[in-house]
Nanobody, 126 residues
Framework: QVQVAEFGGGLVQDGGSLRLSCAAS????????MGWFRQAPGKAREFVQA????????YYADSVKGRFTISGDNAKNTVYLQMNSLKPEDTAVYYC???????????????????WGQGTQVTVSS
C-alpha cells in the first residue's frame, strides 16, 4: 500500500523561507508523479508544483513561480518544496500527493491523485 508523509511546516515571518519534505513508500514510483497542493481556510485546494520521476519534468503554478522550487531525491522517493519570499497569503495546509503519471487527466487537478499525505501547516505572519 502506498503511503505519503509530508513535513517541515511551521511559523515563519513575512519574507522568510521554509523547506517542506514529502516521502512516499510502499510502491515503485518510477512512473509516478508527486505533487504539492495547498488549502487555506474557506478556499479550494490549489495546485502548487509537481515532479514526474520518469524524466524529472516539473510543473508549477503561476502564483508561486520564481519563489518556490520543487526538487527530488529519487533514491529516497522524496520530494522537496523550497519556499522563499513567503507571504501571508501563502498561509495554508500544504499537502503532498502521488499517483501513476500516465493516464488521462491533469497533474494540476487534485482529483488526479490517488494517495495523499495528512498535510503540514505553513503559517506566514505579517
Amino acid at each position: 500500500q502506498v503511503q505519503v508523509a509530508e513535513f517541515g511546516g511551521g511559523l515563519v515571518q513575512d519574507g522568510g523561507s521554509l523547506r517542506l519534505s514529502c516521502a512516499a513508500s510502499g510502491g515503485t514510483f518510477r512512473d509516478y508523479v508527486m505533487g504539492w497542493f495547498r488549502q487555506a481556510p474557506g478556499k479550494a485546494r490549489e495546485f502548487v508544483q509537481a515532479l514526474r520521476w520518469s524524466d524529472g519534468n516539473t510543473y508549477y503554478a503561476d502564483s508561486v513561480k520564481g519563489r518556490f522550487t520543487i526538487s527530488g531525491d529519487n533514491a529516497k522517493n522524496t520530494v522537496y518544496l523550497q519556499m522563499n519570499s513567503l507571504k501571508p497569503e501563502d498561509t495554508a495546509v500544504y499537502y503532498c500527493a502521488t499517483t501513476y503519471a500516465y493516464r488521462t487527466g491533469s497533474y494540476y487537478d487534485p482529483s488526479y491523485y490517488d494517495y495523499w499525505g495528512q498535510g503540514t501547516q505553513v503559517t506566514v505572519s505579517s
